[in-house]
């Protein structure tokens, strides 16, 4: 009896001791997986961080990329409009003083001859 007993002792103290090397293998396992979780999260934070930091660098470039262009758009749709006013200008000036003679014409009733433009 005493020998059952001691090879039922031995069975479970050696069970145990295999159920301490799997608990101490499996806390390593744990530690070892829980160091590269923590790594993998250190990683997507600077991935994260980096892509924020490059997105608002292409939106900088995007905006002054955009104020350049509305503002090239901005001279030459003034510049457009200083051509159109000055030939509109010059038009009038070269038939003002016809439709001065004309104008005078009706209401006389008799022709008026336009005077020669004068340069200024």
Not at 51 to 74: C, K, N
Not at 81 to 104: H, P
């Amino acid at each position: 009896m005493n020998r059952v007993l001691e090879a039922r002792d031995d069975a479970i103290r050696g069970a145990a001791e295999r159920a301490a090397t799997a608990r101490a293998r499996a806390e390593s396992e744990r530690d070892r997986t829980e160091a590269l979780l923590a790594e993998a999260r250190r990683d997507a934070a600077r991935t994260r961080q980096q892509a924020r930091e490059q997105g608002a660098v292409l939106i900088a470039e995007a905006r002054a990329d955009g104020q350049r262009e509305r503002d090239a758009l901005l001279i030459a749709g003034q510049e457009r409009i200083a051509a159109e006013r000055q030939a509109a200008e010059a038009e009038l000036r070269m038939s003002v003083s016809e439709l001065a003679s004309e104008l005078a014409h009706r209401i006389v009733g008799e022709p008026v001859a336009a005077r020669a433009e004068r340069s200024n």
